[in-house]
C-alpha cells in the first residue's frame, strides 16, 4: 500500500463521505425537476467557490494558450460526458443503482490503461472485469424485468462511468505545467457553460422554481461536490498512484446504496446485493496492490 500523508488521507475520508452521501441527494434534487438544470445550477453556485478557494490560496489561473485543446480534451471526458449522462442517469435510477453503476469507472480505467495505454493487467484483474459485468447484468436484468424501470438510465451511467475512465487515465498522463486546482476551476467553468446551453436547448419548457428539498440538494452541491470533492478528486487522481484512490472509490458507491435505502426508503432486491459485492470484487481485484515477493 502507497503511504499517504495525512493531508492525503484527510481528503480521501472527506470526499468519501461527500461523494457518498450524495447519491440520494442528487436523487432527491432531481426528483420532479429537470436534471440538466439542476446540474447548471449546481455549477453556477459552485463554480465560483471553487475559484474563492483558488484565490484563497494564491492559485494562479492562468493557462497557456498552448495547453488550451489539451484542456478541453480533459474537460470532454472527466466532466463534459460525466455530469450531463450521470444526473440524467439518477433521475430515472434509484441512487444506490446509480451509484453502482457509476463506479464502475475503475474497472473501466483498468481495461483502458491495458488495450489503449500500453498497462499491464494481471490475470486477477481480468476476473474483476467479468466479475463487474455481471453485477451489471444482474441490474440491468432487474431493471428489464421491472415495467417502470428504464433500462436507458444504466446504459447513460455506463457511458459516463467509461468516459470518466478515459478521463482519469488522462488526467494521470497529463504534462501540463499548471496547478491541479487551476485545471479544476477552468474544466468546471467550460461544464458550466455547456450544462447552461443543454438545459435551455432541452428543458427550458420544464422549467419552475425548485422545491426546499432541491434547494437544500443544490447547495450541498454547489459547496461541497463542486467546491471541494471535484477538485480533490482531481488532486488525488494526478498525484497518487490508481491504489491510493482506490480507497475512496471503494467505499462510496456502498454508502450510496445504504444511505439510499435509510434516508429514501429504496427497496434492495437480491440483485442489488449482489450487485454491490460483486463490484467490490471487481474493484478490489483491479486495484488492489499485489504482495510483493522477495
Same mark, same amino acid.
Given at each position: 500500500?502507497?503511504?499517504?500523508?495525512? +493531508?492525503?488521507?484527510?481528503?480521501?475520508?472527506?470526499? &468519501?463521505?461527500?461523494?457518498?452521501?450524495?447519491?440520494?441527494?442528487?436523487?432527491? %434534487?432531481?426528483? $420532479?425537476?429537470?436534471?440538466?438544470?439542476?446540474?447548471?445550477?449546481?455549477?453556477?453556485?459552485?463554480?465560483?467557490?471553487?475559484?474563492?478557494?483558488?484565490?484563497? /490560496?494564491?492559485?494562479?489561473?492562468?493557462? $497557456?494558450?498552448?495547453?488550451?485543446?489539451?484542456?478541453?480534451?480533459?474537460?470532454?471526458?472527466?466532466?463534459?460526458?460525466?455530469?450531463?449522462?450521470?444526473?440524467?442517469?439518477? /433521475?430515472?435510477?434509484?441512487?444506490?443503482?446509480? @451509484?453502482?453503476? %457509476?463506479?464502475?469507472?475503475?474497472?473501466?480505467?483498468?481495461?483502458? *490503461? @491495458?488495450?489503449?495505454?500500453?498497462?499491464?493487467?494481471?490475470?486477477?484483474?481480468?476476473?474483476?472485469?467479468?466479475?463487474?459485468?455481471?453485477?451489471?447484468?444482474?441490474?440491468?436484468?432487474?431493471?428489464?424485468?421491472?415495467?417502470? *424501470?428504464?433500462?436507458? %438510465?444504466?446504459?447513460?451511467?455506463?457511458?459516463?462511468?467509461?468516459?470518466? @475512465?478515459?478521463? &482519469?487515465?488522462?488526467?494521470?498522463?497529463? +504534462?501540463?505545467?499548471?496547478?491541479?486546482? #487551476?485545471?479544476?476551476?477552468?474544466? !468546471?467553468?467550460? &461544464?458550466? %457553460?455547456?450544462?447552461?446551453?443543454?438545459?435551455?436547448?432541452?428543458?427550458?419548457?420544464?422549467?419552475?422554481?425548485?422545491?426546499? #428539498?432541491?434547494?437544500?440538494?443544490?447547495?450541498?452541491? !454547489?459547496?461541497?461536490?463542486?467546491?471541494?470533492? /471535484?477538485? #480533490?478528486?482531481?488532486?488525488?487522481?494526478?498525484?497518487?498512484?490508481?491504489?491510493?484512490?482506490?480507497?475512496?472509490?471503494?467505499?462510496?458507491?456502498?454508502? *450510496?446504496?445504504?444511505?439510499?435505502?435509510?434516508?429514501?426508503?429504496?427497496?434492495?432486491?437480491?440483485?442489488?446485493?449482489? !450487485?454491490? $459485492?460483486?463490484?467490490?470484487?471487481?474493484? #478490489?481485484?483491479?486495484?488492489?496492490?499485489?504482495?510483493? &515477493?522477495?
Amino acid at each position: 500500500m502507497h503511504k499517504l500523508s495525512s +493531508k492525503q488521507w484527510t481528503v480521501l475520508v472527506l470526499l &468519501t463521505i461527500v461523494w457518498g452521501i450524495n447519491w440520494p441527494i442528487m436523487k432527491i %434534487g432531481v426528483t $420532479g425537476f429537470p436534471p440538466l438544470t439542476f446540474r447548471a445550477m449546481c455549477m453556477w453556485l459552485g463554480t465560483p467557490v471553487l475559484a474563492l478557494v483558488l484565490v484563497m /490560496q494564491r492559485v494562479p489561473f492562468r493557462i $497557456g494558450r498552448e495547453h488550451w485543446r489539451e484542456l478541453l480534451l480533459l474537460a470532454t471526458f472527466n466532466m463534459f460526458f460525466w455530469h450531463g449522462l450521470i444526473i440524467v442517469a439518477v /433521475q430515472s435510477l434509484s441512487s444506490g443503482r446509480a @451509484a453502482i453503476l %457509476g463506479y464502475t469507472m475503475p474497472m473501466f480505467s483498468a481495461v483502458l *490503461g @491495458a488495450l489503449v495505454f500500453g498497462d499491464r493487467l494481471a490475470k486477477r484483474a481480468w476476473g474483476g472485469v467479468a466479475a463487474a459485468s455481471l453485477g451489471v447484468v444482474l441490474l440491468l436484468w432487474h431493471e428489464l424485468s421491472n415495467l417502470s *424501470g428504464k433500462p436507458i %438510465g444504466v446504459l447513460l451511467a455506463l457511458g459516463a462511468a467509461s468516459t470518466w @475512465a478515459l478521463g &482519469t487515465q488522462l488526467l494521470r498522463r497529463t +504534462k501540463m505545467p499548471v496547478p491541479t486546482l #487551476a485545471i479544476s476551476f477552468w474544466m !468546471a467553468f467550460m &461544464t458550466t %457553460g455547456l450544462m447552461t446551453v443543454l438545459a435551455v436547448l432541452l428543458e427550458r419548457d420544464q422549467w419552475h422554481a425548485p422545491s426546499e #428539498a432541491t434547494w437544500g440538494s443544490i447547495a450541498f452541491n !454547489a459547496l461541497l461536490v463542486f467546491g471541494f470533492a /471535484q477538485a #480533490a478528486w482531481f488532486y488525488l487522481a494526478r498525484s497518487l498512484a490508481p491504489v491510493a484512490s482506490t480507497l475512496s472509490v471503494m467505499l462510496i458507491p456502498v454508502l *450510496g446504496v445504504f444511505t439510499g435505502a435509510v434516508w429514501l426508503g429504496e427497496v434492495l432486491h437480491w440483485q442489488d446485493w449482489a !450487485a454491490v $459485492g460483486l463490484m467490490m470484487l471487481s474493484i #478490489a481485484a483491479v486495484l488492489w496492490p499485489q504482495r510483493q &515477493t522477495c
